[in-house]
Structures are given as structure tokens and as C-alpha cells.
């Protein structure tokens, strides 16, 4: 089977081919007498899984699965899977999270977690589903200012912080520019909570999706793992 014909069936590029066979993803190619790439059925199974997992999952998880996959680790490419859709869950978890505290119209009416004031840059990262370092460059940014504890120097942070650092991390997944999360914030200083709700929103939609690409991408497996099983019983 020639690879413009996968490629043609998929709709992408021969060059998405030679690179899927050139990460590893997909079983080993032999070539003919004059170079040209064999491609089997097997093959065509493998680049359709792969570009059924790719919406929902992405090609840095699709990396590590089909290798997986292809050299009979099943469960632990399973387990892989099952960890995604963890995150996607928590994900959903925050954004839902975002959307409640821009519905309050006071940053007072944040409940202070165990009647604490201030966290640690580590804490707001946990509660935030955010790395430190991204909270350390939204500050170097200016898109938010902690104070500082006047004896160690060390970052500390309120509950209004936590929200800010919430609402920062919803838009940037939406939206990316941080000029946009710079109107955003200017927005809600101002009470005007619209702009920034409606991406939460929108972020919502785009979980929903995802989960929904995801389950397709897992049945796409299945069906790999039964056809591939199939040929090799009727050889």
C-alpha cells in the first residue's frame, strides 16, 4: 500500500506519515527494491489510532502511548490514558472552580481556607492546578503582585491572589496572549466580570470536547489491538 493512499484516506500529508514512522509510533516499514515505503493494513490501522487519539489527547501523550502500544506494553500505555483523563477531570474541576468565584462580587467573600490569610507560592500552586514557575512569570509579567513578608522577603499570597492566579491560568488556556489577560484583569478591577466568565465558559466547552475526542481515541485502541490481533490469528 503506497503512503499517499493512507494519506489521502486520513486527509493529511505523506511528510505526517514519514514522521509519525520516524518517532517510532508505528511498526517497522519495509521498502522495495527501488526505496519506496510498504505499507500494510497494519499500518493503516496504526496511523488511523494515532490521529484518533491526537484530539483529544495530543502528540506529546501520543508519543509516549503508540511506542507502547506497538511493542505489546498495553496496560502500561492504558494507565498513561487513564492519567490524562485524570487531569482533564481536575482541569474541569478549576475552570468550574473559576467560574463560581467570578460569580462573587466581593474578593471578601473568598472563604479563607482553614481561616488561613496568606499561603505559600507552592500552596496557591496546588490550589490553583498550576505550576510555580507559571505563577513566577505571570509575576515577573505584572499580571500579579504579592506582598512580601516583611522578616524572611518571601512571596506570600491572599485569597484574592489564589483568584487572580485562577482567573490568569482560564483565560491563557483560551486565549494564550497575556495582552488579553491584561484586558481581562483590567476588566474585573473595574467589576466587570463578562469578558473573563464567558472564556471560562468557553473553556468548559473545549473540556467537554476533549473528553469526548478522548473516549473516541480509547475505542480507536481497541480497534487497533482487535483487527491487529485478527490478521495475526488468520496468518
Given at each position: ?21 520516524s ?101 496557591v ?18 499580571l ?65 470536547y ?26
Amino acid at each position: 500500500m503506497k503512503g499517499i493512499e493512507i494519506a489521502k484516506k486520513l486527509n493529511i500529508s505523506t511528510s505526517a506519515l514519514r514522521h509519525y514512522e520516524s518517532w517510532g509510533l508505528i511498526p517497522a516499514v519495509e521498502r522495495a527494491e527501488n526505496g519506496y515505503r510498504i505499507y500494510t493494513n497494519e499500518h493503516e490501522l496504526y496511523f488511523k489510532c494515532i490521529r484518533s487519539l491526537l484530539p483529544g489527547f495530543g502528540m506529546d501523550l501520543v508519543k509516549k502511548v503508540m511506542p507502547l502500544i506497538k511493542n505489546g506494553k498495553i496496560v502500561k500505555a492504558l494507565w498513561l490514558i487513564n492519567k490524562a483523563q485524570v487531569e482533564l477531570y481536575k482541569e474541569k474541576e478549576t475552570v468550574k472552580r473559576t467560574v463560581d468565584i467570578l460569580d462573587l462580587k466581593k474578593l471578601t467573600e473568598i472563604p479563607n481556607y482553614h481561616n488561613i490569610k496568606y499561603f505559600t507560592i507552592g500552596e496557591v500552586a496546588r490550589e490553583a492546578n498550576v505550576s510555580a514557575s507559571a505563577i513566577r512569570h505571570w509575576e515577573k509579567e505584572g499580571l500579579i503582585n504579592p506582598e512580601r513578608h516583611k522578616e524572611s522577603g518571601f512571596r506570600i499570597y491572599s485569597p484574592s491572589d489564589i483568584r487572580r492566579v485562577l482567573i490568569i491560568r482560564t483565560v491563557q488556556r483560551v486565549v494564550y496572549s497575556l495582552d488579553i489577560v491584561r484586558e481581562v484583569l483590567s476588566d474585573l478591577e473595574k467589576n466587570n466580570v463578562g469578558q473573563a466568565k464567558k472564556m471560562a465558559l468557553k473553556s468548559l466547552e473545549y473540556i467537554d470536547y476533549a473528553l469526548t475526542e478522548q473516549v473516541r481515541g480509547i475505542a480507536s485502541i481497541q480497534y487497533l489491538l482487535d483487527a491487529v490481533n485478527k490478521e495475526k490469528k488468520e496468518e
